[in-house]
């Protein structure tokens, strides 16, 4: 890759500062930033390294005023991050993709493979499945029967799919991830035993969802786990049998949500938060890592903290108290002792 910034600045519709020929032949982060290589400035908490970074090209926010002198040159966009997303995103669509089936594999027969495919070696591919245009199957993935796949979806390696469930198009499901195992269920019986209840539903995941390494998307008791449009599950989530989850929902990682709760459409979940099963959660729910949700949330956009959970300015006023209880239990102490003397 070899790009001077002026070019740069016209593939993102940005403006150049300083030396519209600076050549940029690869990225690097602000703080480590090297002579040719192209780098970004989003967070204010990075903001002091622009005046010292050695990154020859600098992409910024319309909005950022310099308050020292800079020697690297800038391009400013109305949103840097988006503009190194939508950078990288070009980057990786220029490279080579492979095609064809390796082998050994193993394809069924009835199986229908799009155009462009790529089936890695050691996968495997069960009877009726539909595999879509473009779909690029790493190395060891499982496929079940009666899998559909749409078009321009990745699976990487080790990614397992069980049967019957439904993938749609520009998918990304990273290693490791399991796509319809069973869901926990089991019926007391008798001896405090368990009996399985056999999980006989799917898994759906909409266009443009994002699930990443080691997450686990379990199937339905009975009809789908419905994961809608633009969804983005972090590493290691746990989405229980029958659960949706709205569109544009972001989860972030070691997060878990129990059987039968409908997540709104918007929603944003820190990491390591656990939400109770058989609940609603509106749309545009904030929730803060490690928050703990065991009612449903009706009221929309709104910002939850702490197990159980509670809304942010009543969880701010909480913790205030909370951080003062060894002295308040001191003061109430001290005043008993007093009325004990008097």
Request: charged share 20%; net charge neutral.
């Amino acid at each position: 890759m070899k790009f001077t910034a002026g070019q740069i600045a016209e593939l993102l519709n940005g403006k150049v500062e300083g030396n519209q020929d600076a050549i940029v032949k690869n990225v690097s982060k602000i703080e480590d930033g090297k002579p040719e290589t192209l780098t970004f400035l989003a967070n204010p908490k990075y903001t002091h390294y622009i005046y010292e970074t050695k990154a020859d090209v600098v992409i910024v926010n319309d909005s950022f005023v310099a308050e020292k002198d800079i020697t690297t040159t800038l391009i400013r966009v109305p949103d840097a991050y988006q503009a190194l997303a939508q950078l990288l995103e070009m980057y990786e669509q220029s490279q080579p993709k492979k095609t064809g089936v390796e082998q050994p594999s193993f394809v069924d027969a009835t199986a229908k493979i799009g155009d462009f495919a790529y089936i890695g070696a050691f996968s495997y591919i069960g009877e009726n499945v539909q595999i879509g245009n473009n779909v690029q199957i790493h190395p060891q993935v499982y496929i079940g029967d009666n899998v559909k796949i749409g078009d321009n979806t990745t699976l990487f390696p080790g990614a397992k799919v069980y049967k019957n469930c439904i993938i749609g198009n520009h998918c990304t499901i990273h290693a490791g991830a399991v796509i319809g195992s069973d869901g926990f269920g089991f019926a007391p019986a008798a001896n405090n035993e368990y009996k399985k209840v056999p999980q006989i539903g799917n898994v759906i995941l909409k266009d443009h969802v994002e699930i990443g390494a080691n997450t686990t998307v379990d199937r339905a008791t009975m009809g789908a786990t419905v994961i809608n449009k633009g969804v983005k599950l972090d590493n290691l989530v746990q989405i229980a049998h029958n659960v949706e989850i709205g569109e544009n929902t972001v989860i972030a990682a070691q997060s878990g949500i129990a059987g039968s709760t409908k997540i709104g459409a918007d929603c944003m979940f820190g990491g390591q938060t656990g939400i109770s099963g058989h609940i609603q959660i509106a749309n545009k729910t904030k929730l803060g890592a490690q928050t703990g949700v065991s009612k449903s949330i009706k009221k929309e956009d709104t910002i939850h903290l702490g197990s159980p959970s509670m809304e942010i300015m009543n969880f701010n006023k909480a913790y205030v108290l909370f951080r003062k209880l060894p002295e308040l239990k001191k003061a109430i102490d001290e005043l008993l002792q007093q009325a004990n003397n008097a």
